[in-house]
């Protein structure tokens, strides 16, 4: 989706618990997708991505899962940790873009882990 | 591994003032974006550069911005005059683009937090 930044939604997780981001995209041509990770201060930090081939890939305590027919995608955070508190973006590439690598971001959502 | 440098972290300056962001990207990456981030209007793609020449500039809000990327190793993006509203956090971001897509992640600097007074 586009990037709107008035108001981000905020998810209150407890330190341990499990937490599961989502986003909506509009673009079904959409092939690549992104999530990113922003602390205060600093600029947004890659996390993880798939491509449209997937619906489901690890990294480290995370999990992205993709699901083209409703055009949603996840990320889950296992144990959440206070370091993880964050605006967590997800981001999507469209091929037919010229010269792709171009991402749309989404408006962000804030991951306020408490102890 | 240096990744994405940004100078300066802070700068504050006069409205009518001349502005020149600087940005280092991550070395063998040969795409290289600018991002503006407003509390209002969330993260703005301004310009894109591949192998050194723009893409895309149709998020340059006006006249009074430009950006170069004279080698591969630096660009700028300059306001000339600034104006108050042009307050934000300027990011640069780099990445390894083909000429067919392989789908590769933007690398983020940490921006320059930019007060024009």
């Known amino acids: 989706g586009e990037s709107v930044g008035l108001h981000l939604p905020t998810l209150s997780v407890q330190e341990g618990d499990n937490s599961i981001i989502n986003c909506a995209y509009s673009n079904s041509a959409s092939d690549y997708f992104i999530w990113y990770k922003q602390e205060s201060g600093k600029g947004p930090q890659f996390i993880i991505d798939i491509r449209s081939n997937m619906d489901k890939r690890q990294g480290q305590r995370v999990t992205v899962l993709l699901n083209k027919t409703v055009k949603h995608l996840s990320l889950q955070i296992a144990a959440t940790q206070p370091g993880d508190s964050a605006v967590y973006f997800c981001?999507?590439?469209?091929?037919?873009?010229?010269?792709?690598?171009?991402?749309?971001f989404g408006g962000g959502t804030r991951v306020l882990v408490k102890p | 591994d240096a990744g994405v440098i940004q100078s300066p972290r802070h700068e504050v300056t006069e409205m009518g003032q001349e502005v020149t962001l600087r940005c280092k990207p991550i070395s063998g990456h040969n795409s290289l974006f600018w991002y503006r981030q407003t509390m209002m209007r969330g993260l703005e793609l301004l310009i894109y550069f591949n192998n050194n020449v723009p893409i895309d500039d149709s998020g340059m809000p006006e006249d009074r911005f430009s950006a170069k990327m004279p080698n591969a190793s630096f660009s700028t993006l300059k306001i000339q005059p600034s104006e108050p509203r042009d307050s934000a956090v300027y990011f640069c971001?780099?990445?390894?683009?083909?000429?067919?897509?392989?789908?590769?992640?933007?690398?983020f600097g940490d921006g320059t937090r930019l007060s024009i007074l």
């Open positions: 971001a780099s990445s390894y683009y083909l000429q067919v897509p392989s789908n590769q992640p933007q690398h």
């Open positions: 981001a999507e590439n469209d091929p037919r873009r010229a010269a792709g690598n171009k991402l749309t």
